[in-house]
């Protein structure tokens, strides 16, 4: 993944200086429930993923068994080839290019925590970034059906956002 030079927008999202989605904890640990950042930086998107484990694999741990190490494996899989997970407004022109994913429980010899946690991060670019408006989450949400709410912060050129998804929805939309 390359090098992020998104001033305001990664300051904003890193800091939590947004004015109106500073109004509720962020990154709240509730199994079913994930925290998507959504941010537009001239023609970047970047879309930061946070999961309790749980939410994504089915426990909050490090595997135990053969079939664990599998679903863990496949998991990040799955988020490290995050383009058909996500479905950027087609409008905007947008191409998957690169995405990465992890969780500490998962690596060897990984902690066996109570509440572990999955990161994962996708960028795009966008040929019209002004035109992205919506992200279908349809493929994440099919791959993923333990997560039953989405909670997103999106910083775009338009202004600030916010919006949760709960299932059955799966387009998060913004703007005007």
């Known amino acids: 993944m390359k090098t992020l030079n998104h001033g ?3 300051v904003a999202l890193a800091l939590g200086a947004v ?8 990154h709240a640990h509730v199994h079913g429930a994930v925290q998507l950042d959504v941010a537009v930086d001239g023609p970047t998107l970047i879309l930061t993923l946070e999961a ?6 089915g426990f909050e741990r490090a595997p135990r068994t053969a079939a664990e190490k599998k679903t863990a494996q496949d998991a990040l899989a799955a988020l490290r080839a995050s383009g058909p997970l996500f ?4 409008a905007a022109g947008c191409v998957f ?3 990465t994913a992890d969780s500490e429980a998962l690596q060897p010899g ?6 572990a946690d999955l990161d994962a991060t996708a960028e795009f670019t966008c040929a019209k970034p002004q035109l992205l408006r919506r992200i279908d989450l349809g493929g994440l949400l099919d791959r993923f059906p333990r997560i039953q709410r989405l909670q997103a912060q ?14 059955p929805a799966r387009v998060l939309t913004w703007g005007r």
């Open 8 to 10: 305001c927008v990664a």
């Open 19 to 26: 004015p109106v989605l500073a109004a509720e904890p962020v």
């Open 52 to 57: 309790p484990l749980d939410s994504v694999v």
């Open 87 to 90: 479905t950027p407004d087609p």
């Open 97 to 99: 290019q690169s995405a």
């Open 110 to 115: 990984g902690k066996a925590g109570d509440h």
């Open 154 to 167: 999106i910083v775009t050129a338009q202004g600030q956002f916010k919006q949760t998804l709960q299932r």
